[in-house]
């Protein structure tokens, strides 16, 4: 790897597609606090063995002091491979990179998320991933007692694509799930509409949250789930953090379903969340607190290298 020391002013990469909002915001926070931003696609990006570092990022001569990834065009499995690809060889190249391909490919995977929160001790539901139908029949007729299960694609975001299966002969053909059934306990309670929490996770710290709230069981913001204020309490805010910690995220949107305290459990690590509904009832500046929390990483990260 090598040892870059970051410049002053920290020149940092902004994958994000152009008509991102949510990246326009960074981008202007970031400036406003003296660093030098190069936006582009990591679809625009490449590997070139005779460039800096190996990577060519269009606009930037060399490689930056740290890129932070808002989004990921959608692709061909090989193109997204690639893209993913742009930062692994990022960060061995000694770049900084928030989050890294890591953090999103275990996030992206939703069965690795879970895996990865129950083998830290976070509390998830019953959760199942299996290729063969048959397999998924016969999960589905062990857990009818306990009530119905939640089909959600393994890629999917934003609620969409999520299904409550009852009975063993409700689950779609493989074809309609890409040939993946990822299953999980229905675990969702109707008290005056269904509820759960997001919190958002910067740097190790729960900096915002809310509550989402619909009359259908799902209540992604994007499904027509409203967004309530909420001051979370330590356990949402340590549960939040700790699973933002065991997919290696450095700043995540977590989600949170609690019936009573002591009975919380983790749907989703969102690893490069949108923050939309936070904003219309969290007096939080999310992109500053992601940028500045960077930014106080590069220096951090400078410092180290100086001293050592």
Not at 46 to 57: E, H, K, L, N, V
Not at 71 to 79: K, L
Not at 170 to 177: C, F, Q, R, S, Y
Request: aromatic share 4%.
């Amino acid at each position: 790897m090598l040892h870059r020391v970051a410049l002053d002013p920290p020149r940092i990469a902004l994958f994000a597609d152009s008509t991102d909002g949510h990246a326009n915001a960074l981008e202007k926070r970031l400036i406003a606090q003296g660093a030098s931003v190069c936006r582009a696609s990591l679809a625009a990006c490449s590997f070139d063995t005779g460039a800096p570092g190996g990577i060519r990022i269009p606009g930037l001569d060399g490689l930056p002091d740290a890129a932070l990834v808002r989004t990921i065009a959608a692709g061909s499995f090989e193109a997204v491979t690639r893209r993913l690809g742009i930062l692994h060889g990022l960060r061995e190249a000694g770049v900084l990179v928030w989050n890294d391909a890591r953090a999103i490919e275990r996030c992206v995977d939703k069965s690795t998320t879970t895996f990865l929160l129950a083998h830290n001790g976070i509390a998830v539901p019953p959760t199942w991933t299996v290729e063969r139908r048959e397999e998924a029949e016969a999960i589905l007729r062990r857990e009818e007692v306990h009530g119905p299960l939640v089909l959600k694609p393994l890629f999917g975001a934003q609620g969409k694509g999520l299904r409550l299966i009852r009975k063993a002969d409700e689950l779609p053909p493989p074809e309609d799930v890409a040939g993946v059934y990822y299953l999980q306990r229905f675990m969702g309670l109707h008290r005056d509409g269904y509820r759960d929490h997001r919190v958002f996770v910067v740097a190790g710290r729960a900096v915002a949250a809310m509550s989402r709230r619909s009359d259908h069981w799902i209540t992604n913001i994007k499904q027509g789930g409203e967004p309530e204020p909420v001051t979370p309490d330590d356990e949402l805010c340590d549960i939040a953090v700790r699973a933002s910690a065991a997919v290696g995220a450095d700043f995540a949107g977590v989600d949170i379903l609690r019936h009573a305290p002591g009975e919380a459990v983790v749907l989703e690590v969102n690893s490069m969340p949108a923050w939309s509904g936070l904003r219309r009832v969290a007096d939080i500046d999310i992109p500053l607190e992601i940028t500045r929390a960077l930014i106080e990483a590069i220096r951090a990260r400078a410092a180290r290298r100086i001293a050592g």
